[in-house]
């Protein structure tokens, strides 16, 4: 590990490579595993940190497409409400859109934002609860958002 002014880059990168390459990793299962990888530039520290540039006060590698490959055209440095907002959903057997959860045949719709919880409404319809977070979303976060929409499920 390299300890001065690129430290905080260079652990950037190693975290990254071995999340993506190091099948002993705690992480790997969730980016390696799932085939997101590392372009072959940034498999050099010299190249990621070149197109990268210096990583600014507090902000951290981030993925635009969360399920896409860590490229020049995929990664950004972003805070920790922009990472919170980009991030994949982790789905259940019922439910599979972002903000939805099933119950007793009905769906609800909640969105998180800034760590409190905001209950959007109960519907019949799966689809319609899927559009209320939608909109919630937009409304917090702006077009950048990570909706139900722009993951292609409704």
């Given amino acids: 590990m390299c300890f001065g002014k690129r430290s905080a880059e260079k652990h950037t990168w190693y975290a990254m490579m071995t999340r993506c390459f190091n099948e002993k990793s705690d992480h790997y299962k969730w980016y390696g595993a799932r085939g997101i990888t590392v372009c072959e530039r940034w498999k050099s520290f ?4 070149e197109d990268m540039g210096e990583r600014p006060q507090g902000k951290t ?8 490959n860590y490229e020049p055209d995929n990664c950004r440095w972003a805070d920790r409400q922009a990472q919170r907002v980009n991030s994949r959903t ?11 959860h ?4 009905r769906f609800r ?13 109960v519907t019949d ?14 409304e917090a976060w702006g077009p950048l ?10």
């Fill in 145 to 154: 958002a990570t909706t139900n929409a722009s993951m292609g499920r409704v």
């Fill in 125 to 138: 319809c799966e689809i319609e609860a899927a559009r209320m977070y939608d909109k919630a979303a937009i």
């Fill in 61 to 68: 590698l981030d993925r635009i497409d969360v399920n896409g």
């Fill in 90 to 100: 982790k789905l259940g057997a019922k439910n599979r859109f972002k903000g939805v």
């Fill in 102 to 105: 099933a119950r007793l045949g």
């Fill in 109 to 121: 719709a909640m969105i998180t934002v800034n760590g409190k919880s905001r209950h959007l409404g």
């Fill in 46 to 49: 010299e190249n990621f940190l």
